[in-house]
């Protein structure tokens, strides 16, 4: 698979088989993503992988403090208080297409949540990975930690794995890192599941729309 192709096939994938990943396969992954670009290649990410009990316990933490009502408390705000267009219009979109595939109606709550709970178990991968950069790095690095989580999702797809980068995982860090003993220093950017994809299930069978090139590109001269 060359470059172009793994782009374009790259998805966010939904439901996984119950089949492990060698340790050697996640490793081999993240020694390409370690190419990623950085300023000044100071190399910000940080990445812890789990699987087995830990993933598990983690998992049902974070949906023990969803079900329970408590407040999100993540790290930083990945969204807007408020949707402008055209990011309102696709979102929406992104939202109907999702349960449009599970079959889900727009009024059923009860399965729109069962639906949105499946993050918590990393949506039955056998591995995960947390992101975490130093809280006292400045926004660029944010910007180098988008390069590298990029990189592993096409190195995933290199493997013959799916991967989806998950920002719900990180709505309550401190479980996340009281789990993992992470200092606080280090914030949490995002989760992955990562995993062979179930490709018999309908959720995995959609895409998202992209816009065209010409729609956000400028040509100066």
């Given at each position: 698979m060359d470059v172009l192709e793994a782009i374009r096939r790259r998805a966010s994938t939904r439901a996984y088989l119950d089949k492990p990943v060698d340790r050697t396969t996640i490793e081999a992954i993240l020694d390409v993503a370690r190419w990623a670009p950085s300023g000044a290649n100071i190399q910000p990410w940080q990445v812890a992988?789990?699987?087995?009990?830990?993933?598990?316990?983690?998992?049902?933490?974070?949906?023990?403090?969803?079900?329970?009502?408590?407040?999100?408390?993540?790290?930083?705000?990945?969204?807007?208080?408020?949707?402008?267009?055209?990011?309102?219009?696709?979102?929406?979109?992104?939202?109907?297409?999702?349960?449009?595939?599970?079959?889900?109606?727009?009024?059923?709550?009860?399965?729109?949540?069962?639906?949105?709970?499946?993050?918590?178990?990393?949506?039955?991968?056998?591995?995960?990975?947390?992101?975490?950069?130093?809280?006292?790095?400045?926004q660029g690095s944010w910007v180098d930690m988008g390069m590298f989580i990029e990189n592993v999702m096409l190195a995933a797809l290199g493997q013959g794995l799916a991967t989806c980068p998950q920002a719900s995982l990180a709505e309550y860090p401190d479980i996340v890192r009281k789990f993992l003993n992470v200092p606080d220093a280090r914030a949490l950017v995002c989760g992955m599941a990562l995993g062979y994809p179930d490709r018999s299930a309908p959720v995995n069978h959609y895409r998202t729309a992209r816009e065209p090139a010409r729609h956000f590109t400028t040509w100066h001269e």
């Open positions: 992988v789990v699987t087995g009990l830990i993933r598990r316990q983690i998992g049902d933490a974070l949906l023990a403090a969803r079900s329970a009502g408590e407040h999100e408390r993540p790290d930083y705000r990945y969204y807007p208080e408020r949707w402008n267009e055209p990011y309102k219009s696709r979102r929406i979109a992104c939202g109907l297409a999702l349960y449009t595939a599970l079959k889900i109606g727009r009024d059923d709550k009860h399965a729109r949540l069962k639906s949105w709970n499946n993050n918590y178990s990393f949506f039955g991968a056998p591995a995960g990975l947390f992101f975490f950069l130093d809280r006292s790095l400045a």
